[in-house]
């Protein structure tokens, strides 16, 4: 590898450390911490593309909203680091997803992209 393609790896590195650390400061990580308990209680799961999603349907009406704000606050955040970083959303959200996952609480539920769900 070249010694311009490491400096270059190096500084989207450090582009998507700073990123991580905007995504768990203001609103994001309050709407993070608001998932804890249900994804503790496994009502809420996160996913391998980095947005959360409801597991218990019958808690639509009351976890629904949440889940949504959530996702909507993650997608911005994803759309501003894939402009940044000339990556999809998709390929943001799927950085993402490991971190998001480590934050978690224990107890938490993972959507594999296999469609599998396994607990940390």
């Not at 905007?22 to 809420?44: C, I, Q, Y």
């Amino acid at each position: 590898m070249s010694r311009r393609n490491l400096f270059s790896n190096a500084w989207r590195g450090l582009a998507m450390a700073l990123a991580v650390l905007f995504l768990l400061s203001g609103n994001a990580w309050a709407e993070g911490r608001a998932l804890d308990a249900p994804r503790a209680a496994g009502t809420v799961g996160e996913r391998y593309d980095g947005f959360a999603e409801l597991r218990d349907q019958t808690q639509a009406a009351t976890l629904g909203a949440l889940v949504a704000q959530a996702n909507s606050a993650r997608r911005k955040i994803y759309a501003d680091q894939a402009a940044q970083q000339k990556l999809t959303i998709d390929q943001v959200g799927r950085i993402y997803a490991p971190q998001i996952l480590q934050a978690a609480p224990a107890g938490t539920w993972f959507h594999q992209e296999s469609g599998a769900w396994v607990q940390k």
